[in-house]
């Protein structure tokens, strides 16, 4: 009589198979929001950049801090973290009329990081590519929303960042005597 035992390959289980499916459907995730953002590391919390010049500009009054300055990199840390940290992209875009507003009213408070190269930070999405300058209002429209805004060469980028606080800046502008915000 004929053996029927099972053949010396390998035994099929159904966790290898529900493995495998998974793998598959976490795989095609991956290259989804790879293809869409066109950024393969997508998922990277962290946020690296130094900039060039960081740009103070406190109840009209402008102080421009050169990159390699304690200062400079000092503020550019906090700003690190805060992108580093928890953030959600938002629609919410920078229009021509209100960039006017944060370089001309003498109420505003803002920051901004200029950077030598453009800059990547890493979203499920396409926005927050090649961006020059990061805008953050400290104190006028839309500071209360912890918003950060992208600019490629001085033009408004599609879209903001919400961060969990701009609190850290705002302490660091008052205690280096760099802004006074009440």
Partial sequence: MADLSVSAGKKASILDFLLTIALVIIGSLYLVVAAYSGDLKWFWPKFNSMPSQVVVLCHGHETRLEGSSVEAQALALLV?????????????NLTPPTYDYYRTDPAVVTLELVYAQPVRIHLPN???TNIT???????GRYAD???????????PAGGSLHVQSNQPVMDHLASSGLCAIP
Wanted: no cysteine; hydrophobic share 50%; net charge negative.
């Fill in 80 to 92: 690190n973290g805060q992108i580093s940290g928890d953030k959600r992209f938002d629609s919410l």
């Fill in 133 to 139: 300058s990061l805008l953050i209002p400290l104190e």
């Fill in 126 to 128: 396409m926005f927050f």
């Fill in 145 to 155: 929303s912890a918003i950060i805004f992208g600019l490629i060469d001085g033009v």
